[in-house]
């Protein structure tokens, strides 16, 4: 699907045609898109999807993955469905509680017919470096099995997030992708530092290190990171299953987007075009799916979005749910950006930098259903 003079092509199912149901929007969406000609036969096709953290309920129930996975297969694909473990202490921090999160939140074999795979590994480390000329970054750290993956097709549950504005394809495609060390780098430009209540002197922080910063003190039993020495890559901090490394979230906003921005060039790089995007505009809450809670939606029920641009899509998202009226919250909020009005901040520069570095245009043409 080539870019248009006046925009790149973003295919949207609304809540129009009636008595029609989503799964036939879906369908609609994945057959404007063309995936055939980017699925061959026996094509390893990675889904990229968020399982939910424990307690939250506003992610993307398993049926929209059994159908992506249906649509794979018919075209001769093997897909499987992935995410990478969290920087957070939570219900995803390591492969092992990711899985028992994602099957508790029915994303089991019986249900979507496809297998689960944690892309960076047991604890975050596994991932494989991809070059990129940007500003904050050369290279990045991509989970592993999404690297070795032939095809990249990313679904998201378009919601908002306190640091970036929103969650879209973009943070879906950066943060999503990333390895945990990779998450650490986009988050905050702080050194690490150790949690001495939390640490029990296990080594994996020392064993891990590039920069050989770290060492256990022998008289104290604990690591100790060389700060002069330290790159703040982040590996520790992945490495440590017991969160005795403390990470500090306080980072600059317009910088955090931009460093997503270039990691999600670097996956795009990577994929070589072989990749696909749906944002799903459904149950539209005020915080990502990372929270262990879900609040009520900000906005009514606007949709199904797709496109091979990550950026015209998120844009095209924003939009609809800017001219959206809001549910609760600020009277008179028609057409000013509700994400900005929910959590202070817009997410606009991050759509901004994504163009600028060529990952992809903020311009576009969108091609409704039934329209």
């Known amino acids: 699907m080539k870019s248009l003079a006046d925009g790149s092509k973003v295919y949207f199912a609304g809540t129009e045609p009636k008595k029609t149901s989503w799964l036939e929007k879906f369908q609609w969406l994945a057959d404007n898109l063309k995936l055939n000609q980017i699925i061959q036969k026996d094509s390893i096709v990675a889904i990229k999807v968020h399982f939910g953290e424990r307690g939250n309920t506003a992610f993307l129930p398993p049926i929209y993955a059994r159908k992506i996975v249906e649509i794979v297969k018919e075209l001769g694909g093997k897909p499987f469905l992935g995410d990478t473990n969290t ?38 480390l596994d991932y494989r470096l991809v070059k990129i000329n940007g500003k904050h970054f050369r290279e990045a750290k991509i989970g592993s099995a999404f690297f070795y993956a032939d095809v990249l097709i990313v679904i998201t549950h378009f919601k908002g997030h306190g640091n970036t504005g929103f969650g879209g394809a973009i943070k879906n495609l950066s943060m999503g992708l990333a390895a945990r060390g990779g998450k650490q780098e986009m988050h905050s430009d702080i050194k690490p530092i150790i949690q001495e209540s939390q640490c029990n002197a296990c080594g994996q922080c020392v064993r891990h290190c590039p920069a050989r910063a770290i060492t256990i003190e022998p008289d104290f039993q604990k690591a100790k990171i060389d ?42 790089t990577e994929k070589k075009g072989k990749m696909a995007f749906f944002n799903f505009l459904l149950n539209i809450t005020p915080d ?9 939606p900000i906005v009514p029920d606007i949709g199904i979005l797709a496109s091979d641009d990550c950026v015209a899509l998120d844009q095209a998202s924003l939009d609809l749910i800017n001219k959206a009226s809001l549910i609760y919250g600020v009277e008179k909020a028609e057409n000013k950006n509700k994400f900005e009005l929910i959590n202070r901040e817009p997410g606009t520069h991050l759509l901004e930098y994504a163009e600028q570095i060529g990952l992809g245009t903020r311009k576009y043409k969108l091609i409704e259903m039934g329209g």
């Open 87 to 124: 920087l957070y202490f939570g219900g995803r921090f390591n492969a092992v509680d990711h899985l028992v999160t994602a099957y508790a939140h029915g994303f089991g074999f019986g249900t979507v017919g496809a297998p689960i795979i944690i892309a960076d590994g047991l604890s975050g």
């Open 227 to 268: 700060l002069e020495k330290c790159w703040g890559c982040g590996e520790c901090r992945a490495a440590c299953l017991k969160g005795a490394v403390s990470i500090n979230w306080e980072t600059d906003a317009k910088i955090l987007q931009e460093k997503m921005a270039e990691y999600a060039l670097a996956a795009k």
């Open 288 to 296: 990502c799916d990372c929270w262990e809670y879900s609040d009520p």
